[in-house]
């Protein structure tokens, strides 16, 4: 329905900040508003909604769906507890290969408190 009323993809840009974030309008910083005029750049080219980019847009919404959410699961983590990172390259004298039948093998794993 947007490809033939331009009226309607003006209804559809104020709320991607909702469909694309889960943000209220009203949370809407100027921050946020950028980072959404760059979405709307990189997946609607020229911001013109046509037909032919239909594909684009459906790509901004599964790209949105799977990575937008990763950074509100970040945040969220950040502000009620510790953040540890987990280094699996780190050379340790206790390893887990020293568990299993690999004496040789000494790659462990380091937790370093991120927060």
Do not use: C
Request: hydrophobic share 40%.
């Amino acid at each position: 329905p947007f490809f033939q009323h331009p009226e309607l993809f003006a209804r559809f840009t104020r709320s991607l900040p909702f469909i694309l974030f889960n943000i209220d309008n009203n949370e809407v910083s100027p921050r946020v508003q950028t980072v959404i005029e760059v979405v709307k750049e990189f997946f609607i080219s020229k911001g013109q909604l046509s037909y032919s980019q239909n594909k684009q847009i459906i790509a901004m919404f599964t790209d949105m769906a799977f990575y937008g959410k990763i950074g509100r699961a970040v945040e969220l983590l950040k502000n009620h507890g510790p953040i540890y990172q987990y280094i699996y390259r780190f050379f340790g004298t206790h390893s887990f290969g020293d568990i299993s039948y690999y004496t040789d093998f000494k790659l462990g794993v380091k937790l370093w408190l991120q927060s």
